[in-house]
């Protein structure tokens, strides 16, 4: 299959989990992949772990340090893909953050580092990757990581849940704004996915007394998943790769849940 073929994208936290397994989907169906991400030694490893993959299928492979709540960083991150690429057709604003607290324990930092990056870091992404589009012309397609978080409040994860909800909100009026170019903006919705996110998440849950021993806290997400399992990354990329296809052309301002059945909305 070559649902992507030719397609140049950035995807941002691409370093590691869901992202890293983002970009390597469309590398396999021959598109051309910028992983973007923070931490600029690893992903330069994982660019350079995936240059045969890309080579077999047709599809070119770079990569970027990049801030996303730095306006300057995300921009450069867009002119390098385009300098390599030629055009930027697919925008992943995939980088975000968790640093659990429970709810009467939150800080304005800690607020503020998590709503950063997932609320303000998603819209510089869709605005700089928008500018683009429109400058070069022919449309594009804009897809943002929600969370089964943006569908419900948890006690210990609050801003987290508020950072996802803005995410749904920006992709409605990215949408409503965007559609006059011929850019459509849609998202997606993970619930518990085995990532290193998630160990990290586990280990802090811990160290706020919600969880009492290791994979507590997704055994007990995990209980409430119709498909009876947490998800791996490879079951997210199917949806991924369908929202950076033109098979999704039709589709703008949805969010796409992919939780196993955790959250029936």
Same mark, same amino acid.
């Given at each position: ?7 140049? @994208?950035?995807?941002?936290? /691409? ?18 992949? @910028? ?28 990569? /970027? ?56 870091? @998603? ?37 987290? @849940? ?40 586990? +280990? ?39 929202? /950076? ?8 301002? +949805? ?11």
């Amino acid at each position: 299959m070559s649902r992507v073929a030719g397609r140049c @994208c950035i995807v941002t936290g /691409a370093a590691q989990g869901i992202g890293r397994a983002i970009g390597e989907a469309l590398l396999d169906e021959g598109a051309h992949v @910028c992983f973007a991400d923070i931490n600029a030694a690893k992903v330069a490893k994982v660019a350079a772990a995936n240059a045969a993959r890309g080579a077999a299928s047709g599809g070119q492979v770079t990569h /970027a340090a990049v801030d996303v709540t730095d306006r300057a960083q995300v921009r450069a991150m867009i002119g390098h893909t385009v300098e390599s690429f030629g055009r930027l057709d697919v925008m992943f604003n995939n980088a975000g953050v968790n640093k659990p607290m429970n709810f009467l324990d939150v800080t304005e930092d800690n607020w503020n580092f998590i709503m950063g990056i997932n609320g303000l870091g @998603c819209m510089i992404g869709m605005q700089e990757a928008a500018g683009q589009m429109i400058a070069q012309g022919g449309g594009g397609k804009i897809i943002n990581t929600a969370s089964v978080a943006s569908r419900q409040g948890f006690d210990n994860v609050a801003p987290y @849940c508020a950072s996802k909800w803005a995410v749904v909100s920006l992709t409605q009026s990215g949408a409503r704004d965007l559609a006059k170019h011929d850019i459509t903006v849609t998202g997606f919705a993970p619930g518990v996915v085995a990532t290193e996110m998630w160990e990290q998440v586990d +280990q802090d849950l811990m160290g706020i007394g919600a969880a009492e021993r290791p994979g507590q806290a997704m055994e007990e997400f995990s209980a409430q998943i119709l498909r009876g399992r947490v998800a791996k990354p490879a079951d997210i990329t199917g949806t991924t790769t369908f929202l /950076a296809s033109r098979d999704s052309d039709y589709m703008t301002g +949805q969010i796409i849940m992919i939780d196993g059945g955790m959250t029936l909305v």
